[in-house]
Nanobody, 115 residues
Framework: QVQLVESGGGLVQPGGSLRLSCAASGFTVNSYIMSWNRQAPGKERELVAS??????YTADSVKGRFTISRDNAKNTVYLQMNSLKPEDTAVYYC??????????WGQGTQVTVSS
């Protein structure tokens, strides 16, 4: 069955970096629309970045600081996060959407940016 497992979250100081990983099973990441989304306390879940076979989207709030990438051999999607700010604190979720429109979510990984 389809499964997404995130890892790499944690506590980091402002200005620091983290790399999140999303390991997929049950499908190949280069055949799905893959994205990273986040949800901060009291706020709605928002799209951070997405990657498809034709391009990459990055939200304005993280552009120039976050980079989404994909390793087809490892069937894994990454989110490199640099110059982290306290407002980046959230639970980060990996999502995969098939060509048929079926959406799958990971369990989420907590990112906390604080001194």
């Amino acid at each position: 069955q389809v499964q997404l497992v995130e890892s790499g979250g944690g506590l980091v100081q402002p200005g620091g970096s983290l790399r999140l990983s999303c390991a997929a099973s049950g499908f190949t990441v280069n055949s799905y629309i893959m994205s990273w989304n986040r949800q901060a306390p009291g706020k709605e879940r928002e799209l951070v970045a997405s990657i498809t076979s034709t391009g990459i989207y990055t939200a304005d709030s993280v552009k120039g600081r976050f980079t989404i990438s994909r390793d087809n051999a490892k069937n894994t999607v990454y989110l490199q996060m640099n110059s982290l700010k306290p407002e980046d604190t959230a639970v980060y979720y990996c999502k995969g959407v098939s060509r048929a429109g079926n959406a799958y979510w990971g369990q989420g990984t907590q990112v906390t940016v604080s001194s």
